[in-house]
């Protein structure tokens, strides 16, 4: 289904926000017009569902997991049966999104299954860069205290902007057929302030250019099938997608109703921009997703919702790769408890988990989070 993400550093990174809600939109007197705009919907009938029955619609679920990585690219079984590779992909979901580890398909995963979410797959190559491809809990301290296990995670190989650190980037607030999506005022206040989110915490800088062709990071609006093997689809659906660094590219769905006012008045059906943009730099950046749910990394994303700051996870997860901003403010995020309280404990871990950072996880953090809202 998605060949061209197999190799990962050359290939696209796909960022899916699926608005799975079914919405009633009033258009005409009398009458609401119900606008079912998620291909996931249908998996809500599939609650209940366990290894060893076979029930139309469980390909599908099947593709869905083989989507997001979490059943190979080479598995012969794509029929409706709910069979030991299912039910394996459904424990490792479970785990990524902490649920219930069972293996069946209860009314939670189902409801997690089918919320809009980012398309950057959780597993590249094989490799989890959540919750399952840690240990599921670490005990600390004398007490006994429980750490959640980290979230912040990275790319396979740890893809990084290297030893630059002042980036440009270059906005088209037009569409590649040239018509204008959203103010061009707007975007570049939208992009300013999600750069700004995470040049709070390191030492990079980022400024626009209307030069686009000496540009680091490209930023655009495209229609459906624009040349890098990942179509958009209209209305809904897919958002966005962007690469892992040094590439710099980032596009966004031209169809999609992008929300740029900045503040909580996102439309129901709306998808805010700020917010999409401060998750999908985290990735062009070298970020891959993160089980903490307050994180900005988290794959999920609400539609006619705001989230635009970064967590504690984010904060944990950046600077592992960048270091922290040398002037020492980071006003975007205040310090945490959990930093004070465990630093040493957590650095140790973390550096315990070096070997595995090159397989593309990492890190031990709690998930904490801050909302300036
Ligand atoms: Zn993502
Ligand atoms: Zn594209």
Redesign the pocket.
């Known amino acids: 289904m998605r060949a061209s993400s197999s190799g990962f550093l050359a290939a696209a990174i796909l960022?899916a926000v699926v608005l799975a809600t079914a919405v009633s939109v009033s258009g005409h007197p009398g009458h609401d017009i119900n606008i079912t705009s998620s291909p996931w919907d249908s998996f809500n009938e599939l609650v209940g569902c366990h290894r060893g029955v076979n029930q139309t619609g469980l390909a599908n679920l099947k593709q869905y997991f083989h989507y997001f990585g979490y059943i190979p690219e080479n598995d012969p079984n794509s029929d409706d049966t709910f069979d030991d590779i299912l039910e394996n992909a459904i424990k490792t979901y479970q785990r990524n999104f902490n649920l219930n580890v069972s293996g069946v398909l209860d009314a939670a995963t189902v409801a997690q299954v089918v919320r809009p979410r980012?398309g950057?797959p959780d597993i590249v190559n094989g490799t989890t860069t959540m919750n399952s491809g840690k240990s599921s809990k670490t005990q600390r301290g004398s007490g006994g205290v429980v750490h959640s296990v980290a979230h912040f995670s990275f790319f396979p190989d740890r893809p990084t902007w290297g030893d630059k650190r002042d980036l440009t980037y270059y906005l088209d607030s037009s569409s590649s057929s040239s018509q204008q999506i959203v103010d061009a005022q707007r975007m570049s206040v939208i992009f300013s302030r999600a750069f700004s989110r995470w040049s709070a915490v390191t030492p990079l800088t980022f400024r626009e250019t209307d030069t686009r062709s000496s540009a680091d990071i490209r930023v655009g609006f495209y229609s459906d099938d624009h040349g890098d093997g990942e179509p958009f689809d209209g209305l809904l659906g897919t958002l966005a997608h962007a690469f892992s660094p040094p590439d710099g590219r980032l596009h966004l769905d031209a169809a999609e109703n992008w929300n740029v006012n900045s503040d909580d008045s996102v439309g129901f059906t709306q998808v805010d921009l700020e917010s999409v943009a401060v998750?999908e730099i985290g990735?062009l950046l070298g970020l891959g997703?993160s089980s903490v749910e307050e994180a900005i990394?988290y794959?999920s994303i609400t539609s006619g919702s705001r989230r635009v700051d970064l967590a504690a996870d984010d904060v944990d997860g950046i600077q592992e790769l960048y270091g922290s901003n040398p002037n020492g403010a980071s006003p975007a995020v205040p310090s945490t408890q959990e930093r004070e309280t465990s630093d040493s404990d957590s650095r140790l871990l973390r550096r315990g988990s070096a070997t595995i950072l090159t397989t593309g996880l990492i890190g031990l953090s709690t998930s904490l989070f801050f909302s300036l809202l």
Do not use: S
């Open positions: 960022i980012c950057v998750h990735h997703h990394m794959p």
